[in-house]
């Protein structure tokens, strides 16, 4: 190991996100803005579940990851533009080597100099880790790393031309850490990497009571691609209750509420007259999983019977009225979702919306009994299907309350519906506990792949996320294939065609996607910049 020593100081990013932020006197008596430092206090309902980038692939966690940890590319504020960031240049040297410059002169904010060794490090121990929360399985085309020297990292790729690799670089599964205060080979622990001041983004850590209170602290030896932070001290506090986050943004007690309100809320607060209301394009999408092994007929269960199996998959989603939950819990701040990559990327395609319910989108009753009745299905099926409450927002409860509605008023389903707070439930799931569940997604770059990659290539080297025990030879391979065609039209044409097996198979089953929903105050500036195309939101923009 090296000896070395600086930091730096970054910003935040996270997908499909609702932004709500008052015109208010700082909860600590800042007055940021025009870089002149000051106190943000920011509210939120999206709880961390690790510090450690290779332990964590949600929201929460990514928007910490966001503000402390280094990349190699990141986004141009407004767009979809990758760009250099602790790189000085990235690109194809051949089909499948992809090199990187790093800047010189790098710390983190320990004092440790940043080189490619880090570089090498970060990927290296994600892919080795493999943790099931974590997101190893963006990783599924990397084949090794080299590092001729402390400035070139040299990422060698299974596949030529790999269109997907710059956005990789850019998510979840790209933060680079300190090899000096990181397990190579186990998670770290929160307080050891806040201890150790692992961090080199705009903002590093200076005060953590776990998903209590997150005080971050401008860095100025930043050398990414986002100016330095406009803001010195932001405190990040974590909400159990969206209704005390509304009444702390309404009682002017925090400057930014930041996911997740009710869209009732979301009506109600857009009509106070020191608030307004932005929309940005959106990449969020809800979905239910089923776990192959334990659902009703699943591989693993005394009635195991794959034909049956798939018959209730899509008897429900002849029945599912998505419309419905988009306009009466959403009040159209959600719209049906048709497949499993949401409409408006280059290559989306709806073809559940034909093959499934009535053709045109609504639920048709007769259609899912004779499924099942072909399948030879008694019903009515027992359906245990689990939900979360505080990850995905308060609605989350209507929501499935009326997909459960939904679905017992066929008569056949009988649905037991539960509930589990957030951070025992991304473990339990991975656990096979849950037959039936709701999952959320928050793209980490603006490219189909990212909604198809990361849930459905699955090979013991490289685990999906979802670990729902869906693996198909076939689609890995043409998942494998799609992002080596450097022709759009043909690329796409790929990609359309992986989105007509998974509705035919259903691993999972698409229901609605949203926007990007920010409401403002005119003292909170840079809130137009974190509703950009690559679905980000960036707190160092943000300023009073």
């Not at 106190?39 to 949600?58: E, I």
């Amino acid at each position: 190991m090296k000896r070395r020593t600086g930091a730096m100081a970054v910003a935040i990013a996270a997908a499909g996100a609702l932004l709500l932020s008052a015109c208010s006197t700082s909860t600590t008596g800042g007055s940021g803005g025009d870089g002149e430092g000051g106190t943000l206090t920011v509210g939120t309902t999206d709880k961390v579940v690790a510090l450690d980038p290779a332990g964590a692939y949600d929201n929460g966690s990514s928007l910490v990851e966001q503000q402390v940890y280094p990349f190699i590319l990141a986004y141009k504020p407004g767009t979809a533009e990758l760009n250099p960031s602790i790189a000085e240049s990235a690109d194809f040297t051949e089909p499948t080597k992809y090199e990187v410059k790093l800047k010189e002169g790098m710390k983190f904010a320990n004092g440790n100099d940043l080189t490619s060794s880090d570089v090498k490090f970060s990927f290296d121990r994600q892919v080795k880790i493999q943790d099931p929360n974590g997101p190893s399985s963006l990783l599924g085309g990397l084949e090794s790393v080299e590092t001729p020297d402390e400035q070139t990292v040299i990422f060698n790729l299974k596949r030529e031309n790999d269109q997907t690799w710059p956005g990789v670089l850019a998510s979840a599964a790209g933060p680079i850490v300190d090899e000096d205060v990181f397990d190579a080979d186990a998670i770290t622990d929160n307080q050891d990497i806040v201890d150790g001041e692992a961090f080199a983004g705009p903002y590093s850590i200076a005060g953590f009571d776990f998903n209590k209170l997150i005080t971050y602290e401008a860095y100025d030896g930043y050398q990414g691609y986002l100016d330095p932070a406009k803001t010195e001290t932001v405190q990040m506090k974590y909400y159990s209750d969206a209704n005390n986050m509304k009444l702390d943004i309404q009682e002017n007690k925090i400057d930014v509420a930041w996911r997740s309100l009710s869209a009732t809320d979301i009506e109600d607060l857009g009509e106070k007259e020191n608030l307004t209301v932005h929309k940005g394009p959106g990449g969020e999408i809800r979905y239910i999983v089923f776990n192959l092994d334990t659902m009703p007929f699943g591989a693993k269960t005394d009635e195991a019977d794959e034909d049956k199996a798939l018959a209730v998959r899509q008897a429900m989603a002849d029945s599912v009225d998505r419309q419905a939950v988009a306009s009466q819990v959403y009040k159209d701040t959600f719209t049906p979702l048709y497949s499993h990559v949401p409409d408006g990327l280059p290559a989306s395609s709806e073809p559940l919306k034909s093959e499934y319910g009535d053709g045109e989108g609504g639920p048709d009753v007769a259609k899912a009994k004779k499924t099942l009745e072909d399948a030879g299905v008694e019903t009515p099926v027992k359906l245990n299907l689990q939900y979360n409450p505080d990850h995905y927002g308060p609605s989350s409860g209507d929501e499935y309350a009326l997909i459960k509605d939904q679905l017992d008023k066929t008569e056949l389903f009988d649905v037991n519906l539960q509930s589990t707070e957030w951070v025992q439930y991304n473990k339990d799931r991975t656990d096979d506990a849950y037959p039936l569940y709701q999952l959320g997604w928050f793209p980490d770059y603006s490219d189909a792949d990212n909604y198809l990659v990361p849930f459905f290539y699955d090979t013991d080297e490289t685990p999906a996320f979802l670990g729902n025990h869906y693996r198909d030879k076939t689609m890995n391979e043409e998942l494998d294939a799609q992002s080596s065609i450097d022709d759009k039209d043909k690329r796409a044409e790929a990609l359309q065609k992986i989105q007509g097996q998974l509705a035919d198979e259903l691993p999972t089953l698409p229901l609605l996607q949203g926007s990007q929903i920010a409401i403002s105050g005119n003292d909170v500036k840079g809130v137009d910049d974190t509703l950009d195309p690559a679905f980000q939101f960036r707190l160092a923009l943000l300023s009073k």
